[in-house]
């Protein structure tokens, strides 16, 4: 099985997720700030990649403390995404309960799971009820192997429009590694692969009440993952980390994007090169 699975409200800025399709990037802040950050970032993003995903999330159930900011909430959150894809993007949120998947579908091109959630089996079929692409996170308690029934259940709908993506497995306490290995067990089902290289190199509650992160190793992990031959790339991106209301411990500096983006497709073009 290999999956072509195309996202996006517009022909000329379509992201394709498939074997053999140029590297497909999703970016975009963690949590939506406001309105006009989300349009800077976007633009600015544009600007930068040409085609990708805009990643936000309307709210971050899972912040490490309960005073920890997590966003403007379904509604408004719903009304600035779609706002953005009725502009032309290709839209990706988060959703934590089976309810939001049908009243965030009609917003969005991608439903993703988190992580933490990716085992709970009614969000994941009302998910693959909306017949949109879902992003599945891996769990950092997951193996490759058993993530694969977490796709399963999405397929159990009917909808294979499926997206697996790694971001790091628990190493002890405060820390996550990577192991290369299941991006090639992740592929083998057939679904699109992608790795989250910002999230991956996040410390998880390492500042006490909060999480922090080693964003000098974005790019070491996220070559290493293209090496593979992965169909996409997820970064979080912020114009200025240091002030981020979440996750700007380990997120990707806005200019320092390009010249990582060229040096990502540049390696991945070699990658799925023909053979001699």
Known sequence: MSTLIEAGPQPEHAVRFAAGEALALICGPCVIESEEHCVFLATELRRMLGAFVFKASFDKANRSSI??????????????????????????????????????????????????????????????RTGRIVNIKKGQFVSPKDFLLAAEKVASTGNDRILLTERGSSFGYNNLVVDMRGLRIMHDSGYPVIFDATHSVQLPGGGGDRSVGQPEFIETLARAAVATGLEGVFMEVHEAPERALSDGANAMRLDALPALAKRLRTLDACVKAPAF
């Open 67 to 128: 005073s920890a900011y997590r966003g403007p909430g379904l509604e408004a959150g719903m009304r600035i995404l779609r706002n953005l894809r009725q502009q032309g993007y290709p839209v990706l949120t988060d959703i934590h309960e089976p309810e939001q998947a049908a009243l965030v579908a009609d917003s969005v091109d991608i439903l993703q799971i988190p992580a933490f959630l990716c085992r709970q089996t009614d969000l994941l079929v009302e998910a693959g």
